[in-house]
């Protein structure tokens, strides 16, 4: 397996029950072997936003081997946690939740936030 791999589906098992409000709470699930491999709203973190710049600025910086590079993971890693934290920001200034936001936050969950492979 490779690393970037083993990262997401460990970031999947540990971050499965955080603390942090859940913007999007009804999120599909694997199921059975084969379903698309889901990354809960948990495991957006801002440590696993930074993991991801580290893994990042690595590939750039120390180069690379062949064609077996994956980006998406940590891509979506950050982008992840930043919905989250532009998110948060925004209740925090405001009091209230940015509605549209959200909306387009659920949707990345739903369409972009899964483990490639």
Not at 76 to 103: F, P, T, V
Request: net charge negative; hydrophobic share 40%; glycine share 6%.
């Amino acid at each position: 397996m490779r690393p970037t791999l083993i990262y997401a589906l460990a970031m999947i098992i540990g971050f499965g029950c955080a603390a942090a409000k859940d913007y999007c709470p009804q999120m599909p699930k694997a199921k059975k072997e084969g379903d698309t491999w889901y990354i809960p709203e948990a495991a957006f973190t801002k440590e696993a936003a930074n993991k991801a710049l580290k893994d990042l600025s690595t590939q750039i910086n120390e180069g690379v081997s062949g064609r077996d590079f994956l980006i998406e993971d940590d891509l979506n890693m950050i982008k992840g946690y930043l919905y989250r934290a532009y998110l948060a920001q925004h209740e925090k200034d405001s009091g209230s939740e940015d509605a549209d936001l959200k909306k387009e936050f659920c949707d990345f969950l739903k369409t972009e936030a899964y483990v490639h492979h």
